[in-house]
């Protein structure tokens, strides 16, 4: 009987104390929303460079109205796309992406908008502009949330219909582009569209780039055997597939496997110190799930 205070005591302690999984998902919100506000203070407002989604709306709001700050207008531009989120995507989603929307906007507004870097290439600022503002969507993107504005819209889909991010970056930034030059300039445009480039590709590294792997298909006189060593010093599942020589009619075992690329070295001195004469096709993957892999992000 005397146990049971304590008991409910430490469960109490335990529902209402933050979980290890809460304290990494705000860590990466915060930790990527000022990269992003700290990418666009000190290089993008500078060089006078747009964006795409909420954020290329409010980049251009403030160059029309710069009384306005980049971070109270970002805040105002994401009310749509947080309508978005929390009907198509998921109520935690939400949660976390409004805490990552309170965190940029903050960010953008205490980091002063001046140039920090010595760069005189506008061509050199929009690349370096887009590796750190990527870098930023990239790692909230890791999280269970988001930065807000695009991120939402990205992420809707990718749930429903597994669109790439980057993919859905680059779309909706050409559509702020095309207004960005009929405002402005082509020329502003032009250096933004670089930006863009740069940043869709970095935020596809930082979201799938760490679990990218090698696919590999091995035909060889000694499959049963190159299987057992592949299985026992790389440690990697191993599948066959049944084949056929077009030319010779004889059946053969295809070997189906993945390796990460610090293991693809040592995957071929394994097959080529067994069998010289193998016929080896290496192939670059999207993407991996699976055990040992990955496992598939639910938002």
């Known amino acids: 009987m005397g146990e049971t205070p304590k008991r409910n005591k430490a469960e109490v302690i335990k529902r209402f104390l933050p979980t290890r999984s809460l304290l990494m998902n705000l860590g990466l919100l915060t930790a990527g929303s000022f990269i992003l ?5 000190t290089i993008l407002v500078p060089q006078q460079f747009l964006s795409g989604g909420a ?12 009384h306005l700050g980049v971070g109270f207008l970002y805040l105002l531009v994401n009310i749509p796309f947080a309508l978005l989120g929390w009907f198509n995507v998921s109520r935690r989603f939400m949660y976390y992406t409004a805490f990552g929307v309170a965190v940029f906007s903050f960010a953008a507004s205490v980091i002063p908008s001046t140039a920090l870097f010595d760069i005189d290439n506008r061509i050199l600022a929009a690349i370096l502009g887009g590796i750190i503002c990527g870098l930023g969507v990239g790692i909230a993107l890791r999280s269970a949330g988001s930065g807000g504005g695009s991120d939402i819209l990205a992420v809707y ?3 429903k219909w597994e669109i790439r991010l980057g993919w859905t970056y680059a779309l909706l930034n050409s559509v702020i582009l095309i207004g960005g ?14 930006y863009i480039f740069t940043m869709g590709k970095v935020i596809d590294a930082v979201i799938t780039g760490f679990n990218q792997r090698k696919q590999i298909l091995i035909v060889s006189d000694q499959p049963d055997l190159l299987a057992q060593e592949i299985l026992k010093h790389l440690n990697r599942g191993v599948t066959f597939l049944e084949g056929e020589g077009a030319y010779t009619h004889k059946s053969k075992r295809i070997i189906f496997s993945i390796v990460s690329l610090t293991e693809l070295a040592r995957m071929k001195d394994l097959i080529f110190e067994i069998d010289p004469h193998a016929f080896v096709v290496i192939n670059d993957t999207l993407e991996v799930l699976g055990y040992r892999h990955g496992s598939r992000r639910v938002y």
């Open 37 to 41: 506000a700290f990418g666009v203070n």
């Open 55 to 66: 954020l290329g709306i409010s980049l251009i709001l403030h160059y029309l109205f710069p």
């Open 181 to 194: 030059a009929i405002i402005f300039s082509l020329e502003m445009a032009l250096y933004t569209l670089i």
């Open 157 to 159: 889909l990718n749930k």
